[in-house]
């Protein structure tokens, strides 16, 4: 019977893991199979992924334990943080930024996911990752099982680049020492840093992302995960398979 039981989690496991990819990828509707003759009928679409990813989740929901609300046993070290941050001018990315982009989720995340810097719409509201290419990363989240508010987001650069260049060494220099105290403060279990500049510098490595990805890597006794940056994802989607990979990686560890 556990046997049975095993084979039947594991291949459930394996049909969300399906369908969270197909999500991720963009794909939120499938046709409808036709028991009838609707040829004449506008096409109608239901929306199967949804509907099975629910029903395994009320699964396994009811198998779980209650689990405690979420703490913020750091909110008044990070508040600290955000204060020393306020009105920084200590690099010229400050002459040009609407809003310092602190970064923002649960204090006492298992994972941290590390960016670059934040675009236009990030500058515009003072939250990471919310133009085109953070909608992506939500999607990654949700595929992984989570919540936006589950995990935390940041960059290793706070202002935004003008005319979103890539930021300078100087830049990554003078505002690495927060992103570090915030590592310090939450304490993951797991960093997915994401993208080229985020992967090298957490890592002091030069070696491209291509190669870094895949696998985890150590820092200071933290498991980093580098994978492709959601930019990129837009501009070669063929690359989710990679991200997907290593998203399931992070999942088992996260799960362990
Ligand atoms: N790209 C990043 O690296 N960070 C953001 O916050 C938005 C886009």
Redesign the pocket.
């Known amino acids: 019977m556990d046997d049975i039981l095993k084979e039947f989690n594991e291949i459930l496991g394996n049909v969300k893991s399906y369908i969270n990819y197909q999500k991720m990828c963009g794909v939120d509707v499938c046709p409808r199979e036709s028991i009838v003759d609707r040829s004449d009928e506008p096409e109608r679409q239901i929306d199967m992924g949804e509907r099975l990813t629910n029903e395994i989740d009320n699964i396994q929901r009811e198998t779980e334990e209650i689990v405690p609300p979420k703490s913020a046993k750091n909110s008044g070290d990070i508040s600290g943080l955000m204060k020393e941050l306020e009105s920084c001018t200590r690099c010229k990315l400050a002459e040009q930024r609407t809003k310092i982009?602190f970064g923002e989720g649960n204090l006492d995340a298992k994972l941290v996911f590390v960016?670059?810097?934040?675009?236009g719409e990030?500058d515009k509201t003072g939250r990471?990752?919310v133009?085109r290419?953070?909608k992506l990363l939500t999607k990654i989240i949700n595929a992984m099982g989570l919540e936006r508010e589950d995990v935390y987001i940041m960059?290793i650069v706070k202002c935004r680049p003008p005319e979103n260049r890539n930021p300078q060494p100087d830049e990554i220099k003078t505002c690495e020492p927060f992103m570090l105290k915030q590592l310090a403060l939450i304490n993951p279990k797991i960093i997915c840093t994401?993208?080229t500049f985020s992967s090298q510098t957490l890592l002091r490595s030069s070696v491209p992302i291509s190669k870094l990805r895949g696998q985890f890597h150590d820092y200071h006794n933290i498991k980093l995960m580098p994978t492709y940056?959601p930019?990129y994802l837009l501009r070669s989607p063929t690359k989710k398979r990679d991200v997907w990979e290593d998203m399931q990686m992070i999942m088992k560890e996260y799960e362990r």
């Open positions: 982009v960016g670059e810097a934040p675009g990030e990471p990752f133009g290419a953070g960059n994401l993208g940056h930019a």
